[in-house]
T-cell receptor
Framework: DGGITQSPKYLFRKEGQNVTLSCEQN?????MYWYRQDPGQGLRLIYY???????QKGDIAEGYSVSREKKESFPLTVTSAQKNPTAFYLC????????????FGNGTRLTVT | QKEVEQDPGPLSVPEGAIVSLNCTYS??????FMWYRQYSRKGPELLMY????GNKEDGRFTAQVDKSSKYISLFIRDSQPSDSATYLC?????????????FGQGTILTVHP
């Protein structure tokens, strides 16, 4: 089955440590996105990538980094510079052309203590 | 003021009721309007996708867009307990911004038997 796989489902880290969240898709989609979800705030865009080896900052990129070395993979690193890293992180993808909708993975819940 | 406002609820209705969910927005550039359903600890799944003003029906779901009032709605007929979830409205200006969605805060819906 085609889809977006995010791993792990739950992640725990100590404050001051960097952590990388995995996102893999087998939908052959060109564009990939990372959103953050906090209670009562909806989803906010962190980074997005329209094609391999290219990515742009979203609305809340500070404290995060990404890479896009392969079409199917778009990992997100939450660095120690991110002040409030505890959140639900969602990866999404879409065909790069036209107005096709976003498809989401099932998220990674990151808890930093 | 947020670009997209959505009443967070929670909303509790009996099985079989008609549910109305609403969002207002301020950015007149938005052209594409979506409703996503999100079950607990899962990623959002696309329910309805509309372009510009008008109505769209899919089974028990009807999406309405009124661009002149900057107001969108989702109606659920004959609601079922399986409809219990968080409903997120989302919108985009389209073109190269298409995947950069702006979300409402989400409305928590419970349909009780």
């Amino acid at each position: 089955d085609g889809g977006i796989t995010q791993s792990p489902k739950y992640l725990f880290r100590k404050e001051g440590q960097n952590v990388t969240l995995s996102c893999e898709q087998n939908l052959n989609h060109d564009a990939m996105y990372w959103y953050r979800q906090d209670p009562g705030q909806g989803l906010r865009l962190i980074y997005y990538s329209q094609i391999v080896n290219d990515f742009q900052k979203g609305d809340i990129a500070e404290g995060y980094s990404v890479s896009r070395e392969k079409k199917e993979s778009f990992p997100l690193t939450v660095t120690s510079a991110q002040k409030n890293p505890t959140a639900f992180y969602l990866c999404a993808s879409r065909r790069g052309e036209g107005n096709s909708p976003l498809h989401f993975g099932n998220g990674t819940r990151l808890t930093v203590t | 003021q947020k670009e997209v406002e959505q009443d967070p609820g929670p909303l509790s209705v009996p099985e079989g009721a008609i549910v109305s969910l609403n969002c207002t927005y301020s950015n007149s550039a938005f052209q594409y309007f979506m409703w996503y359903r999100q079950y607990s600890r899962k990623g959002p799944e696309l329910l309805m996708y509309t372009y510009s003003s008008g109505n769209k029906e899919d089974g028990r779901f009807t999406a309405q867009v009124d661009k002149s009032s900057k107001y969108i709605s989702l109606f659920i007929r004959d609601s079922q307990p399986s409809d219990s979830a968080t409903y997120l409205c989302a919108m985009s200006a389209g073109g190269t911004s298409y995947g950069k969605l702006t979300f409402g805060q989400g409305t928590i819906l419970t349909v009780h038997p």
